[in-house]
């Protein structure tokens, strides 16, 4: 039973892990650019508007580009207080001008200490795995004086029990390494092993009917059990299997 469910997926992660994966997806807005540093503030940024329909998702992370000047980590570094106004009406969702100033203050703070985002997920002393990278990113990206509390909705953490979907989504399009041109694999402080598995809506409908869930509710342990046994799969590449319960989700509602 476990070695059909391996080949199944396995064929879907054929089917799914390719170029014609992004267009439809909000993993479109960072191959947008090629400089670094936009790749992972659209990334982000993506990630964290990753809810609703799809085409709205890309729609409002275009608009925001495009509000930037269609050039983020510059206008992030050199922008001026008066360029701030036309962010001042951007929306999406619950995500408000407020949120987006949040945002862009700590790019600019933390880009102007460090070359990567990656940065910002590494602990002091030895890394100790995803859950710690996630609560010391949440810690830090809140450092500053000024950040608004009604932000804080935005950014996720397991020390919330939160499945955290949204920033094992960045992580995987930052982490995971391979040749088919979907993730960018830019980082390499984290390895492909240690991601967890962007668990939503889709994924944890598609995983529990496969019987790769067992616990109950969704929370961030749900989202570790699932990632645990899709390491029975692959243990150097557990996440790669997002493409096969996600499409099976949504593209085929499986």
Same mark, same amino acid.
């Given at each position: 039973? &476990? =070695?059909?469910?391996?080949?199944?997926?396995?064929?879907?992660? *054929?089917?799914?892990?390719? %170029? /014609?994966?992004? #267009?439809?997806?909000?993993?479109?807005?960072?191959?947008?650019?090629?400089?670094?540093?936009?790749?992972?503030?659209?990334?982000?940024?993506?990630?964290?508007?990753?809810?609703?329909?799809?085409?709205?998702?890309?729609?409002?992370?275009?608009?925001? &580009? =495009?509000?930037?000047?269609?050039?983020?980590?510059?206008?992030? *570094?050199?922008?001026?207080? %008066? /360029?701030?106004? #036309?962010?001042?009406?951007?929306?999406?969702?619950?995500?408000?001008?407020?949120?987006?100033?949040?945002?862009?203050?700590?790019?600019?703070?933390?880009?102007?200490?460090?070359?990567?985002?990656?940065?910002?997920?590494?602990?002091?002393?030895?890394?100790?795995?995803?859950?710690?990278?996630?609560?010391?990113?949440?810690?830090?990206?809140?450092?500053? %004086? /000024?950040?608004?509390?009604?932000?804080?909705?935005?950014?996720?953490?397991?020390?919330?029990?939160?499945?955290?979907?949204?920033?094992?989504?960045?992580?995987?399009?930052?982490?995971?390494?391979?040749?088919?041109?979907?993730?960018?694999?830019?980082?390499?402080?984290?390895?492909?092993?240690?991601?967890?598995?962007?668990?939503?809506?889709?994924?944890?409908?598609?995983?529990?009917?496969?019987?790769?869930?067992?616990?109950?509710?969704?929370?961030?342990?749900?989202?570790?059990?699932?990632?645990?046994?899709?390491?029975?799969?692959?243990?150097?590449?557990?996440?790669?299997?997002?493409?096969?319960?996600?499409?099976?989700?949504?593209?085929?509602?499986?």
């Amino acid at each position: 039973m &476990i =070695e059909n469910i391996k080949a199944f997926l396995d064929s879907k992660v *054929i089917q799914y892990n390719n %170029p /014609d994966f992004i #267009k439809n997806d909000p993993v479109s807005i960072p191959h947008l650019f090629i400089k670094r540093q936009d790749i992972e503030i659209m990334g982000f940024w993506a990630a964290t508007l990753a809810w609703g329909q799809r085409v709205t998702i890309i729609n409002k992370c275009k608009e925001l &580009i =495009e509000l930037m000047d269609n050039a983020p980590y510059d206008f992030i *570094i050199n922008h001026e207080e %008066p /360029d701030l106004k #036309k962010l001042l009406h951007f929306k999406h969702r619950t995500f408000n001008d407020v949120d987006t100033l949040y945002f862009i203050s700590f790019f600019r703070y933390h880009y102007t200490n460090h070359e990567s985002l990656e940065y910002a997920f590494m602990t002091p002393g030895p890394l100790k795995g995803v859950e710690q990278s996630l609560n010391h990113f949440r810690s830090y990206f809140f450092s500053l %004086p /000024d950040y608004p509390h009604r932000t804080i909705k935005h950014v996720s953490s397991p020390s919330q029990k939160s499945t955290c979907k949204r920033l094992n989504m960045f992580l995987r399009w930052m982490v995971r390494k391979d040749d088919c041109g979907v993730d960018f694999g830019i980082w390499n402080e984290i390895k492909p092993s240690e991601l967890i598995m962007p668990c939503d809506l889709h994924v944890d409908r598609v995983a529990r009917k496969l019987n790769l869930i067992t616990r109950k509710q969704t929370d961030w342990q749900t989202a570790v059990e699932l990632t645990e046994r899709l390491r029975e799969f692959d243990p150097n590449d557990p996440v790669k299997y997002d493409f096969a319960l996600f499409a099976l989700g949504i593209e085929e509602k499986f």
